[in-house]
């Protein structure tokens, strides 16, 4: 069984930073793809950002050149450095992968993100 555990939410002042890192255990062959979603209360989850095994990534264009996502393939890890927060970044942030030969995906559990203004 694969489990992802999400870490380094927090509160934070508007303009402030905070890096958010996913971990991962369990049987794990081969990851493709890996990233970010959040949720706000009342609203749909979104994609934040995703990369790829080769390292392309992709962003939702509220969060382009604020926010930067990167992972380390040999420790299944994923990170997302969040720069100039906004009150609209508050959500809870949610890891996601996706297995290479089974395309199965995978969720974490989540960490509270709370920008004050």
């Known amino acids: 069984q694969v489990q992802l555990v999400e870490s380094g939410g927090g509160l934070v002042q508007a303009g402030g930073s905070l890096r958010l890192s996913c971990t991962t255990s369990?049987?794990?062959?081969?990851?493709?793809?890996m990233g970010w979603y959040r949720q706000a209360p009342g609203k749909q989850r979104e994609l934040v950002a995703t990369?790829?095994?080769?390292?392309?990534?992709n962003y939702a264009d509220s969060v382009k050149g604020r926010f930067t996502i990167s992972r380390e393939n040999a420790k299944n890890t994923v990170h997302l450095q969040m720069n100039s927060l906004k009150p609209e970044d508050s959500a809870v942030y949610y890891c996601?992968?996706?297995?290479?030969?089974?395309?199965?995906?995978?969720w974490g559990k989540g960490t509270l993100v709370t920008v004050s203004s």
């Open positions: 996601k992968l996706q297995l290479r030969y089974t395309a199965r995906n995978y």
């Open positions: 369990g049987t794990i062959v081969s990851i493709s793809d």
């Open positions: 990369i790829t095994s080769g390292g392309s990534t």
